[in-house]
């Protein structure tokens, strides 16, 4: 049997950026000091790929399924269901991810004042979550239950006969914009769009003039007077991980999101104590974790949040700080097992002077023996614009993944009914009963 | 609301060569002296792009078109129809590119001496055009006109039940050859062919013993004996470029064709005085046009066709000082509004040495505050390959557009019934009916 490499893929949250005034013009990745992730990339591989496209700012959830294989454009189910996930609430219906909100009504529409309402505390929510658990829409044919879960967060399921998750967002994503109506984007979900319009209607009648709205007004508070609706989505049918690409895959993780979609490709899922999915996070821990879990799996997913954290608040001296703690961390990959593929990028770019997701291409690195050779020698934007793995989307990540970790199947080899790609482990195999 | 940049985009038409011997074996970009493209090239991001594909020589309309972020391949409705479009000729049928030329006969074969029949003064132009405007083909069931626009250049419309664009060339786009049998590319075009065909044997007869014709030979001069016809079209159904991607859009150009496609796609076009689509055109002009603009659109498309017509003419030469007086208009950009995104490209290269567009890659600059950074000091190919836009297919330059000017919209969010991917403006959404 081949020797195959394990691999660690580390997903540094929202990595890659522009360059910052504050940093002299150099880039968080540039003006820190990261002396391993340095030496990974002067022995390693560097390149730059789109997690989805060029110019496509992903979310956190369709950054990751592009870059673990999956086809958005046939798979991706809708955002709504991995928040959903991540706060353990599932559904059979269409979910939707709601917030509470301040609107106010202008020439017979309704304008956002505020997307969180100012980010409304826990008491008054549950109270005004509480009129809205089991609304029943469209005569009865549709029922709609509202869970409450942190602050200004929720979720919107619709149960019922015809439903579909093709329907557009009513939050504009804007403040200072109207609620738009809710459109079905096919014929099937016509029904859904109308049973979302009830919902918005009756819910706005129910909370604009509610005690705990008025109670707020006269506190100088924002109301929660509005429910506001994104990410329609069902729940996802989507192959696991393993069956997909050969590993028996587990993930390391702390931000709820994260072990969401790692839960819905059937990543075994681990949260090590110290990690807290923030920029004080424990990294040193994640990655004890993920090297101890390489006697039991072959593919390490670790995921650290702090960098994404640091560029949403817009300060880059933060990002450079998370980046160097990273770093020492990373110090025991240096000198990895013989049969260790570590692979380090982020999920989408997040530059700090937008305190945003952008379309902006992320470096890549590869780290192990035996790889090819380039001449980049620090791991920044810079170097992985001319490295040896070039330019890539990531739809091409796992197919590179399996080339460098000796698991790639040579093209039109096929031990499995449907083209797979990989070398399959003994117990994948249907062997020939004699 | 969100501050959003506005867009100048300039096609250069024919940028991107390969090195001349007489320019001591630069490329033209390398040996001209374009301070103002050097300088946006080091502050900016360079990239190369493919305007269809590697190796894929563009048309000027194909180019533009996938640029603009069309797929070339469900919405390309052939060359014809923005040749037509430019010159007034809008029709309902088929639309054929059509040239007065000279052919001879041979062994019962055509062959082409002229393709432009000594480019036939308007006059007898006019006289014979008048014998072909409405000619009835297949016993009266397809009609076809044919319109006379300058020089040897006119236009064929065929009309009737049952007609395709699907047919070839007659034209072998190439003197000394035979003129071809059309031919149809799938079984809808049958009919078509046929009529093509029996408008060639008419007009050839109608022509060739013209007392016009018997003048021109007479005196010296080449017949104007044969209609060549090219780029069977339909009439184009795209997509307004406004509705595409969010932008209020304008063109400033000289040239029919690029004033042809800009209409076709519902920009609102200007033609500055001194604007020539030649060599001395006022390039800045073009520019100063395309600032005033900026008031009102936010998309403006300036496109500058004096490159092209050098490299047509294997002047590497002319393309430099050409490519020097486009820098010299550029001037007011290099320091541009804080919220201008200005970018600098070509259609398709068309090297010198060929004499005609080519595959080759095209570079790209993408200038304003707070992009990426890059290595990238001067604006040529050389720089432009290791730049940190990277490469990447004409179909992405829209998003790439969208990402840098702050109108990207994250994947998975739908104010739209259709994936769109940009931030509407709020006259583009449909509000909620309370």
Redesign the interface.
């Known amino acids: 049997m081949r020797p195959m490499r394990r691999v660690i893929l580390l997903i540094i949250d929202g990595l890659g950026?522009?360059?910052s005034q504050s940093l002299k013009?150099l880039?968080p990745l540039q003006a820190a000091e990261i002396p391993n992730m340095d030496l990974m990339a002067a022995k390693g591989l560097l390149g730059?790929q789109y997690p989805?496209?060029?110019?496509?700012?992903?979310?956190s959830?369709?950054?990751h399924l592009s870059i673990f294989g999956y086809d958005?454009d046939k798979e991706?189910p809708?955002?709504g269901v991995f928040e959903a996930l991540s706060e353990g609430v599932v559904g059979d219906g269409v979910i939707f991810r709601a917030n509470f909100s301040t609107v106010r009504?202008e020439n017979?529409?309704?304008i956002v004042v505020d997307r969180r309402a100012g980010r409304v505390e826990k008491e008054d929510a549950s109270l005004l979550a509480s009129e809205l658990k089991d609304l029943y829409l469209l005569n009865g044919e549709v029922k709609a239950k509202f869970v409450h879960t942190l602050e200004h967060r929720g979720f919107l399921i619709l149960e019922g006969e015809g439903l579909s998750s093709l329907v557009?967002?009513?939050d504009?994503?804007?403040?200072?914009?109207?609620?738009?109506?809710?459109?079905?984007?096919d014929d099937k979900a016509v029904k859904t769009a109308e049973a979302v319009?009830e919902f918005?209607?009756i819910s706005?009648r129910m909370l604009k003039d509610h005690e705990v709205n008025r109670k707020r007004i006269a506190e100088g508070k924002l109301p929660a007077n509005f429910i506001l609706l994104?990410?329609?989505s069902s729940p996802p049918k989507l192959e696991p991980f393993s069956s997909r690409w050969g590993f028996k895959p587990a993930a390391v993780a702390a931000g709820p999101m994260y072990k969401g979609i790692a839960r819905a490709l059937e990543f075994e899922v681990f949260h090590p104590p110290g990690a807290t999915g923030l920029p004080d996070s424990d990294f040193s821990s994640k990655i004890r974790k993920a090297l101890d879990l390489l006697e039991e799996f072959d593919f390490i997913y670790v995921h650290m949040k702090g960098t994404d954290v640091a560029s949403h608040n817009k300060d880059p001296q933060q990002k450079v700080r998370v980046l160097e703690r990273i770093d020492l961390a990373l110090e025991p990959l240096t000198d990895p097992p013989e049969d260790l593929l570590v692979v380090i990028t982020g999920d989408h770019a997040t530059?700090c002077?937008?305190g945003?997701?952008?379309?902006?291409?992320v470096p890549v690195l590869f780290y192990g023996r035996g790889l090819p050779r380039d001449d980049s020698s620090n791991f920044h934007?810079?170097d992985a614009?001319?490295g040896g793995l070039g330019?890539f989307t990531g739809s091409s990540m796992m197919r590179l993944i399996l080339n460098y970790s000796d698991r790639a199947l040579e093209y039109g080899l096929r031990p499995f009914p449907r083209p797979r790609g990989y070398i399959p482990r003994i117990e994948m195999l249907n062997p020939l009963k004699i």
Do not use: C, F, N
Not at 172 to 185: K, N
Not at 356 to 361: I, M, R, T, V
């Open positions: 950026d522009r360059p013009w880039t730059m989805i496209a060029p110019g496509v700012p992903p979310g959830d369709s950054g958005l991706y809708g955002r009504e017979g529409k309704l557009t967002d009513v504009p994503h804007e403040e200072g914009y109207y609620v738009l109506e809710p459109e079905p984007i319009r918005l209607l706005y994104r990410g329609a530059p002077s937008l945003k997701h952008s379309g902006d291409p934007e810079l614009q001319v330019w």
